[in-house]
């Protein structure tokens, strides 16, 4: 292939971008926190999006380095839930009163997750929830912590002192849409359990949530735990952005139509947004590929991967590999699962394209790494998704590398166990992008440079 190198690209011979040139330092994240002055930022109903574990947080007590080993073993756990749900033919909080969810570990903050701050009850309080496209109720620990809570950066929201608190009869449609979580005398009451056992237990009650000075939706039903335990690190709680009933996203339909979008940021050294638009904002340059349902879990949001490129050539794998256990777009999970087969054929072409580079040891489950630390440059492959209608995701390169140090920089996607596991498009994929969710009209956009 003749290529020629230009503004730190290179092209082949058709004229497509086929790889990028990239610093080694601009994949390292920077101590010091360069918040994004991008347009959506001034768009109302937006949300700053910040990692738990960067400069950024305000959840971050001390500068102890992020512990990897840990990030990706909660990534596994969650995996395994999301899995789990898919073939067991649980469907979320109507399954069961215990519904199991992955942690987010004390240790690590930033389990590769994202937080956002709003505004709770009157007069409002400010509170910093994790958000979670794979989850859908939205809670908090409140006071008086009648059993437990754990610690958390803010302080524990007092239902006492708002005005606008109520709780939720038993009686209610909304708590029997919980799936029979029980009642304390007429008060319904909501348990969710995550994957490593953490749990949040309490009172499921409406509030006022504000979103920005001017977006304020009444009645916002949440779950106000009295009793909470396990592995959330400092934020107050999560606010939960699935397809199901109770989700924030269900809730706000007639406000924001069904529609989200957000930006993660490509380091933990700047911010994203979270945005919601009712009249479907988004940008010209997104481009949709339909929404698809997840057997037995409608709750998540279905993908149809159609086919990898690495360096502009697209592997050759059978179309019935992505097809047989189908995939989902995910905000938690850190590390995009592949079939075995798709995963093989891009290791061995990303190898390939990348042979001059050194390798390090394997980290964790990411088994090709590579020492960067006498570069100061690095010249990357460019990596292509394609989707169902068209839709090409060219990977930022921020989106192909997880980064535990320069001397072991790895290839940030993992094999499932088989081609029939649901796959799993995670969230170190989709850095950089615009990211649209119109959920009523089933599709799901990808737009470049969201963040900028």
Not at 147 to 162: L, R
Not at 189 to 206: E, K, N
Request: hydrophobic share 35%; glycine share 10%; aromatic share 10%.
């Amino acid at each position: 292939m003749i290529c020629f190198l230009h503004k730190g690209y290179t092209f082949g011979v058709e004229g497509k971008i086929a790889s990028h040139t990239v610093s080694v330092s601009s994949l390292l994240p920077s101590p010091s926190c360069s918040p994004s002055t991008s347009k959506a930022s001034s768009r109302k109903s937006t949300l700053e999006v910040i990692h738990k574990h960067g400069p950024c947080s305000p959840l971050v007590q001390d500068h102890n380095p992020l512990n990897h080993t840990e990030v990706l073993l909660q990534d596994e756990s969650r995996v395994k839930w999301i899995q789990s749900q898919s073939s067991n033919g649980g469907d979320g909080l109507k399954a069961s009163a215990s519904v199991s969810l992955p942690a987010k570990s004390g240790i690590t903050i930033g389990t590769g997750n994202y937080i956002v701050t709003i505004g709770l009850g009157t007069p409002k309080k400010d509170l910093t929830l994790v958000f979670d496209t794979g989850s859908g109720l939205t809670w908090t620990q409140c006071e008086p912590c009648v059993v437990s809570c754990y610690t958390q950066s803010e302080p524990i929201f007092n239902p006492s002192q708002s005005s606008s608190y109520a709780n939720i009869s038993c009686a209610s449609t909304s708590c029997s849409q919980l799936g029979g979580s029980g009642c304390s005398g007429s008060t319904c009451l909501y348990s969710i359990t995550y994957g490593d056992q953490s749990f949040s237990r309490g009172f499921f009650a409406t509030e006022k949530l504000t979103i920005t000075p001017t977006e304020v939706i009444d009645n916002f039903e949440f779950g106000c735990g009295q009793d909470n335990s396990g592995l959330f690190g400092r934020a107050a709680g999560l606010i939960g952005l699935s397809d199901n009933s109770i989700s924030f996203v269900e809730q706000t339909a007639a406000k924001y139509g069904k529609y989200f979008s957000y930006c993660l940021p490509s380091s933990t050294s700047y911010t994203g947004h979270l945005t919601f638009v009712k009249d479907g904002g988004a940008a010209s340059s997104v481009s949709f590929t339909p929404l698809s349902t997840v057997p037995q879990s409608s709750q998540f949001y279905g993908i149809s991967i159609l086919g990898i490129s690495v360096g502009g050539n697209p592997l050759s794998i059978p179309s019935t590999v992505f097809s047989s256990g189908g995939a989902i777009i995910d905000s938690g999970t850190v590390i995009t699962r592949l079939p075995p087969t798709a995963y093989s054929a891009l290791r061995t072409a990303f190898r390939n394209a990348m042979a001059n580079y050194t390798m390090a040891p394997a980290f964790s489950f990411l088994d090709t790494c590579y020492d960067f630390s006498k570069e100061s440059t690095i010249t990357v492959p460019l990596i292509t998704f394609s989707f169902a209608g068209g839709v090409d995701a060219e990977l930022d390169p921020s989106g192909v590398f997880y980064v535990v140090k320069a001397s072991q920089v790895c290839l940030a996607f993992a094999p499932n166990r088989a081609d029939s596991n649901l796959g799993i498009y995670g969230n170190t994929q989709q850095k950089t992008f615009e990211v649209v969710y119109d959920v009523a009209g089933r599709k799901l956009g990808f737009g470049s440079n969201g963040c900028s």
